[in-house]
């Protein structure tokens, strides 16, 4: 079956921009995550739904991060005023029903902010 | 501060020998451990996982080892392949720090393996 999408692949934007990104679900999971991953870093947990309702949000680092999951399936995350060290790889992940159900991560979207 | 550190950013290995990756933690609330594989251009993805509760875990060519008390764990890949060659991230997943939920994993830095025919 389809694994998790997102897009677009690769975006470029300038600094103090507006930036979507698109999460789409392995079909039927409900718990979905995003991270972010910097160069020669590891994911770093940024936001965990359950369903519509962000569970966790605890790792957005600041309220220029904003994301949604409106009918509980695919998912956005938004970002006002890009600065420069918003770039990086950001990865949706989604699970069956979250805790310690397998997370099947996308290829990523690579975010550089110019 | 890195609550999941992987020491050896690389390591290279000859096609057929044992691959051992480590990992350490620090955070002592963490149950739940987990290893993913990650290839240029494509997301994570998990191979292993390991509960608190064990000391070991096999799955086929991959065995993840958990010492508790040292706050320790490895893979070991056994023969190792060509194909093998990857980047490893060890995760972990818990009670957070701040009363959080458990099902966001925390992950190291990463080692890069790279096994010569």
């Known amino acids: 079956g389809a694994g998790v999408s997102q897009t677009p692949s690769n975006k470029v934007t300038e600094k103090g921009k507006y930036v979507e990104l698109r999460c789409d679900p392995i079909s039927g999971h409900t718990a979905l995550y995003w991270y972010r991953q910097s160069l020669g870093q590891g994911p770093e947990f940024l936001i965990y739904?359950?369903?519509?309702?962000?569970?966790?949000d605890s790792g957005l680092p600041n309220d220029r991060f904003f994301a949604v999951r409106p009918e509980g399936s695919v998912s956005t995350l938004k970002i006002q005023r890009t600065e420069r060290g918003d770039s990086a790889v950001y990865l949706c992940?989604?699970?069956?029903?979250?805790?310690?159900?397998?997370?099947?991560f996308g290829p990523g979207t690579r975010l550089t902010v110019l | 501060d890195q609550q999941v550190k992987q020491n050896s950013p690389s390591l290279s290995v000859q096609e057929g020998r044992i691959s051992i990756l480590n990992c350490d933690y620090t955070n002592s609330m963490f149950d739940y451990f987990l290893w993913y594989k990650k290839y240029p251009a494509e997301g994570p993805t998990f191979l292993i996982s390991?509960?608190?509760?064990?000391d070991k875990n096999e799955d086929g060519r991959f065995t993840v080892f958990l010492n508790k008390s040292a706050k320790h764990l490895s893979l070991h890949i056994v023969p190792s392949q060509p194909g093998d060659s990857a980047v490893y991230f060890c995760?972990?997943?818990?009670?957070?720090?701040?009363?959080?939920?458990?099902?966001?994993?925390?992950f190291g830095k990463g080692t890069k393996l790279s096994v010569k025919p």
């Open positions: 390991i509960s608190s509760i064990k």
């Open positions: 995760a972990a997943s818990g009670v957070s720090v701040n009363g959080g939920s458990q099902g966001n994993l925390i």
């Open positions: 739904f359950q369903g519509t309702g962000a569970a966790d």
């Open positions: 992940a989604s699970s069956l029903a979250g805790g310690r159900d397998t997370q099947y």
